[in-house]
């Protein structure tokens, strides 16, 4: 079964714990995006990667981190200098070399504080 | 900085009836625009991708237009039916970029009424 893979589904956060988010994908997409969903506004994005081992800031990188030692992984951890949390996180992937091409997305996360 | 308008923010039809939601954006430097659907709690599924060279794109009864100089694209929906209740966000990427940096509108959340 092809596709992305996010989890977990819910997560939970205490305030000042840093939390994981799991982005898997086996679509061999070179590229991939972290955006956040909040009510009433469109995506925005968090962090990117167009290959391992680099990923680039997105407009509002501050108080999240990324890392991309695989092409099939890129977890998103919330740290707690992320003062507001709480929405829908969205993983996607792209063919980077394909640009003609749509972007992907997984089911997302919904992330709540406690 | 790419601005991406949809009004309305919410549009309730009859089933059967035809219906056009509206996008615009304040860059006409696009290298394409996409019209994604999300249903409640879930990721985004790709519809249609316009590339800068096309005026419009169709797929069953979806059509999506696009006019550059009025920085408008249009997603026209034949013969409404309830599944295709759901929200439907543009987004675009600068010039530039292929696929990378998308800006998304904020929506439209289109109920098809039985």
């Not at chain 2, 096309?54 to 013969?79: F, M, P, V, W």
């Not at chain 2, 409404?80 to 509108?105: H, I, M, R």
Request: hydrophobic letters at 30%; glycine letters at 8%.
């Amino acid at each position: 079964d092809g596709g992305i893979t996010q989890s977990p589904k819910y997560l939970f956060r205490k305030e000042g714990q840093n939390v994981t988010l799991s982005c898997e994908q086996n679509l061999n997409h070179d590229a991939m995006y972290w955006y956040r969903q909040d009510p009433g506004q469109g995506l925005r994005l968090i962090y990117y990667s167009q290959i391992v081992n680099d990923f680039q800031k997105g407009d509002i990188a501050e108080g999240y981190s990324v890392s991309r030692e695989k092409k099939e992984s890129f977890p998103l951890t919330v740290t707690s200098a992320q003062k507001n949390p709480t929405a829908f996180y969205l993983c996607a992937t792209g063919d980077y070399f394909r640009s003609q091409e749509t972007q992907y997305f997984g089911p997302g996360t919904r992330l709540l504080v406690l | 900085k790419q601005e991406v308008t949809q009004i309305p923010a919410a549009l309730s039809v009859p089933e059967g009836e035809n219906l056009v939601l509206n996008c615009s954006f304040t860059d006409s430097a696009i290298y394409n625009l996409q019209w994604f659907r999300q249903d409640p709690g879930k990721g985004l599924t790709s519809l249609l991708l316009i590339q800068s060279s096309q005026r419009e794109q169709t797929s069953g009864r979806l059509n999506a237009s696009l006019d550059k100089s009025s920085g408008r694209s249009t997603l026209y929906i034949a013969a409404s039916q309830p599944g295709d209740s759901a929200t439907y966000l543009c987004a675009v990427p600068p010039w530039g970029f292929g696929n990378e940096k998308l800006t998304f509108g904020t929506g439209t959340r289109l109920t098809i009424i039985p």
